[in-house]
Nanobody, 121 residues
Framework: QVQLVESGGGLVQTGGSLRLSCAAS????????MGWYRQAPGKQRELVAT???????NYAGSVKGRFTISRDNAKNTVYLQMNSLKPEDTAIYYC???????????????WGQGTQVTVSS
């Protein structure tokens, strides 16, 4: 099996910064992409940022220029550096990974348990 362990959430004031981490472990042959999604109360889960194994990134327009996604392939870990945080960034942040468990295997999607980010005004 595969486990995703997230860390780094918390409470911060407007304009502050946080760094989220998500480490994948278990039966992993190759991680194809990793990303962060968030869900605010009463809203649908939405994409925040993704990064491929080659380092290509994609950001939601609302976070572009403020958030930076990166990954350490050797550690199977993805990071999200969040700067200039706003109250509207308040949400549960979920890590998502798309990976193969064997060389010729199918792709699997795994989600982390979520970490709360709260930005006070």
């Amino acid at each position: 099996q595969v486990q995703l362990v997230e860390s780094g959430g918390g409470l911060v004031q407007t304009g502050g910064s946080l760094r989220l981490s998500c480490a994948a472990s278990g039966s992993i042959f190759m991680i194809n992409s990793m990303g962060w999604y968030r869900q605010a109360p009463g809203k649908q889960r939405e994409l925040v940022a993704t990064i491929t194994s080659g380092g290509s990134t994609n950001y939601a327009g609302s976070v572009k220029g403020r958030f930076t996604i990166s990954r350490d392939n050797a550690k199977n870990t993805v990071y999200l550096q969040m700067n200039s945080l706003k109250p509207e960034d308040t949400a549960i942040y979920y890590c998502k990974t798309v990976l193969q468990r064997t060389p010729m295997g199918l792709e699997y999607v795994y989600w982390g348990q979520g970490t709360q980010v709260t930005v006070s005004s």
